[in-house]
């Protein structure tokens, strides 16, 4: 993350976050990056081919008719003082490995879930878990969707108390994407104040 300076003209350079936006094969992240981005969205949509259909599971997106193969690219303006450069990244098992290149230098991720397949969103999680890269839990709002509350979905999903989870989010609507992003930012921020409050405490140890 580049730290907010002064230039010699006095102008205030903003902070450069990267996120990830993340999730299971149709979760939404290609809508939700198009949904929020302030320039027009870099996509790598290919046609969902036979051989695809045959793989992946599409139980309650049968409609679905394109994938993400590579990765989504967006970009937001949260203050004058931060920008955040979003990645979404491609959804079908066999581009899993991509992620890998994808999660280098960011800070955090917004996990989006479909509650009427949360199967699909566990290679997500586990993939941010194991590497130690802040993320929440956002429920993309699907017209045949079931509600659940929090406490229902962080059970379903085994997640720890403190990961945030959003229960009500559109990936089509800017406001509702831009709010996941704060609460992203947040979280990324009580998690850095956290590991410093954790190293001061080890140093005054010593």
């Not at 379903?156 to 609507?173: G, K, N, Q, V």
């Not at 947040?186 to 010593?206: C, I, K, N």
């Amino acid at each position: 993350m580049r730290s907010v300076a002064d230039t010699a003209s006095g102008e205030r350079i903003p902070r450069s976050v990267k996120f990830l936006v993340s999730g299971g094969l149709g979760a939404g992240k290609t809508s939700f990056v198009g949904s929020v981005s302030e320039i027009t969205p870099l996509r790598t949509e290919e046609r969902l081919s036979e051989t695809g259909e045959a793989i992946d599971d599409l139980s309650h997106i049968e409609d679905k008719r394109t994938t993400t193969v590579a990765l989504d690219f967006g970009r937001i303006t949260l203050a004058s003082d931060l920008v955040l450069y979003l990645f979404g990244t491609p959804g079908q098992s066999r581009f899993w490995y991509m992620w890998n290149d994808l999660a280098v230098g960011a800070l955090g991720a917004v996990v989006l879930i479909d509650t009427r397949r949360f199967d699909v969103s566990f290679a997500a999680i586990d993939f941010f878990e194991h590497r130690g890269i802040p993320f929440i839990i956002a429920v993309n709002r699907f017209p045949d969707s079931e509600p659940y509350t929090a406490e229902e979905i962080r059970t379903a999903l085994e997640l720890d108390p403190e990961i945030p989870i959003m229960t009500d989010c559109s990936a089509l609507e800017f406001e509702s994407c831009r709010e996941a992003l704060m609460v992203l930012q947040e979280h990324v921020m009580r998690r850095v104040a956290a590991e410093a409050a954790l190293v001061d405490a080890v140093g005054q140890r010593e």
